[in-house]
């Protein structure tokens, strides 16, 4: 289910509610672990379609060179090995929805194939002159900014039209904290098997409210089954996500990666660490040079740095 309070959540989910019976395409954006899946589900459980096939491709999944037999199909004959007719995921979700997964990974070749068979709802497959109409709701998702690769020439401008009359936007986790406690608590006490149903400490919490989740929603659904399993009594408390805060060295590796991807200098970011591991380690600085894995003098040098 999708869950959400922020106010960017509720948006999302009202629109899905008001186009989920649209016919158009949908195209959903977000960064990876954002939930694009579980809206493209959303719009086909809530659209007349519901009883039909939801057809879900990876397209980054995909070698190029298959992606077409993929999504279209193809006739016996249609190239040496293909012995016999095979249906394509199109024909696989006729009546129903086609979720087709990382667009922006599709092959150049096969963009117009596919802006053809969205327009005139009709397929040809491999080999077979024969035009097949097909009743398919197409919803579309990716990573990646294609309205940059439209301009560089990677993605049909003409394609990407069409399949985002509908866009949908999921902003990262890290923009809407208004949803972590939400889907903490619900990830916490969510069946699965063999891990039991928890709480979490106001102070995990606190944690978890403020942590940039790099990895959105995938992450934090990850990181409190983590914690879950490394429990041993029903409320989760700080120390069960030490994994998340503890800082180190491949961990500030990662965050390093994170901060130049977002364009803050490294000497923020350092203060940043050491004002962390400091306060984790309540102001104990041998405690907070183990965390850092730096040595009592290194750190004292730094602490100086910082003061200057
Ligand atoms: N709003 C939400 N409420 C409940 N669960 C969510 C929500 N958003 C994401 N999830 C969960 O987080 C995980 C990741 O979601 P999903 O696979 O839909 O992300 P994605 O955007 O498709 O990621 P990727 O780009 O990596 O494929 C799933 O287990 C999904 O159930
Ligand atoms: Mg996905």
Redesign the pocket.
Request: glycine content about 6%; charged content about 30%; overall charge negative.
């Given at each position: 289910?999708?869950?959400?309070k922020s106010a960017a959540?509720r948006d999302v989910i009202e629109l899905i509610a008001r186009v989920a019976d649209a016919e158009l395409p949908v195209l959903?954006l977000?960064?990876?672990?954002?939930?694009?899946?579980?809206?493209?589900?959303a719009l086909h459980d809530h659209s007349s379609r519901r009883k039909s096939p939801f057809v879900a491709v990876?397209l980054a999944a995909l070698p190029s060179s298959l992606v077409e037999d993929e999504l279209f199909g193809h006739v016996a004959g249609a190239f040496t090995g293909a012995m016999s007719t095979r249906e394509g995921r199109f024909r696989r979700s006729d009546g129903g929805t086609l979720f087709l997964?990382?667009i922006g990974d599709i092959p150049a070749g096969v963009q117009a194939k596919l802006l053809r068979a969205i327009e005139r709802g009709s397929i040809e497959p491999l080999g077979s002159e024969q035009e097949e109409f097909v009743n398919v709701r197409v919803i579309a998702?990716t990573?990646r900014d294609l309205h940059a690769m439209a301009s560089s020439g990677a993605f049909r401008p003409d394609l990407l039209f069409r399949l985002s009359v509908i866009p949908v936007e999921?902003p990262p986790l890290r923009a809407r904290s208004g949803?972590i406690e939400l889907?903490a608590s619900?990830?916490a006490k969510v069946e699965i098997e063999k891990l039991r149903a928890c709480t979490i400490s106001p102070e995990a919490m606190d944690k978890l409210i403020h942590y940039p989740w790099p990895g959105?929603?995938?992450e934090?659904?990850n990181s409190v089954l983590r914690a879950r399993a490394l429990a041993s009594t029903d409320e989760l408390v700080l120390e069960n996500f030490e994994f998340l805060f503890e800082v180190r060295e491949g961990r500030s590796r990662e965050i390093a990666a994170m901060a130049l991807r977002h364009g803050i200098q490294i000497a923020e970011m350092e203060r940043a660490m050491l004002e962390e591991a400091l306060r984790i380690s309540n102001g104990n600085e041998t405690e907070a040079a183990r965390r850092l894995g730096l040595s009592r003098r290194s750190l004292d040098y730094r602490i100086d740095k910082k003061r200057n």
């Amino acid at each position: 289910m999708l869950l959400g309070k922020s106010a960017a959540m509720r948006d999302v989910i009202e629109l899905i509610a008001r186009v989920a019976d649209a016919e158009l395409p949908v195209l959903i954006l977000g960064e990876s672990g954002t939930g694009k899946e579980l809206v493209a589900r959303a719009l086909h459980d809530h659209s007349s379609r519901r009883k039909s096939p939801f057809v879900a491709v990876n397209l980054a999944a995909l070698p190029s060179s298959l992606v077409e037999d993929e999504l279209f199909g193809h006739v016996a004959g249609a190239f040496t090995g293909a012995m016999s007719t095979r249906e394509g995921r199109f024909r696989r979700s006729d009546g129903g929805t086609l979720f087709l997964d990382e667009i922006g990974d599709i092959p150049a070749g096969v963009q117009a194939k596919l802006l053809r068979a969205i327009e005139r709802g009709s397929i040809e497959p491999l080999g077979s002159e024969q035009e097949e109409f097909v009743n398919v709701r197409v919803i579309a998702a990716t990573h990646r900014d294609l309205h940059a690769m439209a301009s560089s020439g990677a993605f049909r401008p003409d394609l990407l039209f069409r399949l985002s009359v509908i866009p949908v936007e999921l902003p990262p986790l890290r923009a809407r904290s208004g949803d972590i406690e939400l889907l903490a608590s619900h990830f916490a006490k969510v069946e699965i098997e063999k891990l039991r149903a928890c709480t979490i400490s106001p102070e995990a919490m606190d944690k978890l409210i403020h942590y940039p989740w790099p990895g959105n929603v995938r992450e934090l659904e990850n990181s409190v089954l983590r914690a879950r399993a490394l429990a041993s009594t029903d409320e989760l408390v700080l120390e069960n996500f030490e994994f998340l805060f503890e800082v180190r060295e491949g961990r500030s590796r990662e965050i390093a990666a994170m901060a130049l991807r977002h364009g803050i200098q490294i000497a923020e970011m350092e203060r940043a660490m050491l004002e962390e591991a400091l306060r984790i380690s309540n102001g104990n600085e041998t405690e907070a040079a183990r965390r850092l894995g730096l040595s009592r003098r290194s750190l004292d040098y730094r602490i100086d740095k910082k003061r200057n």
